[in-house]
């Protein structure tokens, strides 16, 4: 059984590694982990590239380089249906006459709200994405590619996720990403 906590090594001994398997990262020397937490693409072969070294990204997921800094990514993809919300905050005066002046709060007003759904997971996929939640915290930010008409490289965090087991190896998570400026 798959576990969030009971995390190895990355094994630089030419372990096979298979599709949502989940390493830590290690220094290529003294095995010390990094602190950073890699998952498997199911690319094969799977052994070919650790995941710090260079071309290691074509098999490990987990982190990618945004804004020239390399930041933890959400690769996977959500089922049908995400819903995003869409509500700038703005400031509002009334006037007695009726008349109502609107300005936007701040510069950074219109921020997405993400509602995803992950239906119908294996335990391992299931595993894979609650960990990466998991280990952010519900503090750190994270990049993520948002759905269409929003297809653009975002910063979100996600403070809250469910996950429920729908039937045997079956699983739905739900979360909610909230968009961050930094």
Known sequence: MASIYEIDN??????????????????????TTLGRFYYNLGVPPTNAKAPEATGGDEYWGGYATFDSVVTPHFFWIPSYAPSVTNEPKIKSVQFGDGYEQRTPYHINANLLSLSLNFDKRNEKEATAIAHFLAQRKGSQAFVFLPPAPYASMKKFVCKKWDVSMQFENSFGISATFGEVVE
């Open 10 to 31: 990355y094994d630089t001994g030419g372990n096979d590694y298979v599709k949502d398997d989940i390493v830590a990262g290690t220094a290529a020397n003294d095995g």
